[in-house]
């Protein structure tokens, strides 16, 4: 991981599944309304795939669930079911964290925004959503 931003750390409810990401302190975080995300109340952030890291033997707790297009693969822990991070439909170079999953002291600042996956086509198309996965070096 490079020098720009904060290295967060987190993970599922069990502590299974432990990760590490490099984003700035305040991001802008995703509320999407898709059959998926509204169940799950999922709110998110994304970041280049690289500028994340998984940790130890997570791997072996994970498992993936996709529908629809199968571009989005929603990874979630085998043990308590949480999905910490996922890769989103709209970001597939990229890792989408669930803000909730971050653990507490290095996220500052949230700022929601609304993601209609029910319009998704649409939608993406005026989001911009997709630069969020690109590195800025």
């Known amino acids: 991981m490079d020098s720009n ?3 967060h750390s987190g993970g599922c409810h069990c502590r299974s599944v432990r990760w590490r990401v490099q ?6 975080a995703w509320k999407c309304n898709c059959s998926d995300c509204s169940m799950r109340g999922n709110i998110h952030f994304i970041v ?3 500028k994340f890291e998984l940790l130890g033997d997570s791997k072996q707790f994970l498992t993936t669930y996709t529908f629809g297009t199968h571009t989005a693969k929603h990874t979630f822990c085998k043990i308590c079911g949480i999905t910490s991070f996922y ?6 170079d990229g890792i ?3 803000c909730a999953c971050v653990d507490p ?3 500052t600042h ?5 993601s209609d996956g029910r319009n998704w086509e649409r939608w993406y198309n005026q ?4 630069s969020y996965s690109k590195s800025a070096e």
């Open 5 to 7: 931003g904060v290295v």
């Open 23 to 28: 984003a700035p302190s305040s991001v802008v």
């Open 48 to 50: 280049p795939s690289k």
């Open 87 to 92: 890769i989103p439909r709209s970001n597939p």
């Open 96 to 98: 989408a964290v669930t």
């Open 105 to 107: 002291g290095t996220l």
């Open 110 to 114: 949230v700022e929601i925004r609304q």
């Open 127 to 130: 989001s911009g959503i997709a």
